[in-house]
């Protein structure tokens, strides 16, 4: 719970957390691999209000990606018509833009993500949308709150 503290977390936390397993490995893992869940905050399509879920994810070559049970999920239409989107884990903040895998477009992707998620969940199946940090912003070292003002 947060008792009024302000916490500051520089972004290039988030950059640095990433790195190669092996110079052969075409994954990464990062310091995000014993989190559970990432918090996203995505914009309601008609009321432009803040909406946070709590959800399971799988980070994958420096994004992150989430799996919809259902593409009719609120979260997902919210996503479709704003693509902006923030995402919080491991006590870091930071904006994404957000698309929803095709599965014949992005298909070993598409595929690979499920694979990781049954890995680590025991379930992979549904619509895959992955998150990429802004790249400006990850790399800036401006501080960023983690408190859901800033």
């Known amino acids: 719970m947060n008792n009024g503290s302000v916490c ?3 972004l290039t936390n988030f950059a640095n957390s990433l790195k ?29 209000t803040p909406r946070e879920i709590e959800i399971w994810f799988t980070n994958y070559n420096g994004r992150f990606y989430l799996i919809a049970e259902h593409a009719s999920s609120q979260w997902v239409q919210n996503l479709q018509a704003n693509p902006e989107a923030t995402i919080r884990v491991k006590n870091m903040s930071f904006p994404v833009t957000t698309r929803v895998l095709s599965p014949e477009a992005d298909s070993d992707l598409n595929r690979t993500i ?33 408190d859901g003002d800033g």
């Open 20 to 48: 190669k397993t092996s110079p052969s490995s075409s994954s990464k893992t990062s310091s995000f691999e014993g989190e559970q869940y990432l918090y996203l905050t995505t914009r309601g399509r008609k009321s432009g």
């Open 8 to 10: 500051w977390i520089p």
């Open 114 to 146: 499920q694979d990781l998620s049954r890995k680590k969940y025991g379930w992979g199946e549904g619509l895959v949308v992955e998150l990429a940090p802004k790249s400006s912003h990850v790399n800036s070292g401006r501080p960023q709150r983690t």
